[in-house]
């Protein structure tokens, strides 16, 4: 039996080279949102609405743990063997 990693690395290339676009375009929405989140935050703390400042808190740490379980997904590099012959 196989687990993820194993089956991740033998994949064809191509199938790697989509996850891996996937995981990073995923990943700029994470941070273009966070981004936000800041920027709405900001904006709501100097007007006294301190709520809306902890409430987009908790969502930006969501967000970052997610990104974080979203890097384990990362493929690894390809290597190219050493056995072959031209």
């Given at each position: 039996m196989s687990d993820f990693r194993r089956s991740q690395n033998e994949a064809?290339?191509?199938?790697?080279?989509?996850?891996?676009?996937?995981?990073?375009?995923?990943?700029?929405l994470f941070v273009g949102?966070?981004?936000?989140?800041?920027?709405?935050a900001l904006n709501n703390a100097l007007q006294g609405?301190?709520?809306?400042?902890?409430?987009t808190f908790i969502?930006?740490?969501l967000l970052a743990l997610a990104s974080l379980w979203l890097l384990r997904y990362l493929p690894d590099p390809l290597k190219k063997s050493s056995g072959k012959k031209k």
């Amino acid at each position: 039996m196989s687990d993820f990693r194993r089956s991740q690395n033998e994949a064809h290339p191509n199938k790697t080279n989509t996850l891996m676009t996937a995981i990073i375009v995923l990943l700029i929405l994470f941070v273009g949102i966070q981004i936000w989140f800041l920027f709405g935050a900001l904006n709501n703390a100097l007007q006294g609405n301190i709520y809306f400042a902890v409430t987009t808190f908790i969502g930006s740490f969501l967000l970052a743990l997610a990104s974080l379980w979203l890097l384990r997904y990362l493929p690894d590099p390809l290597k190219k063997s050493s056995g072959k012959k031209k």
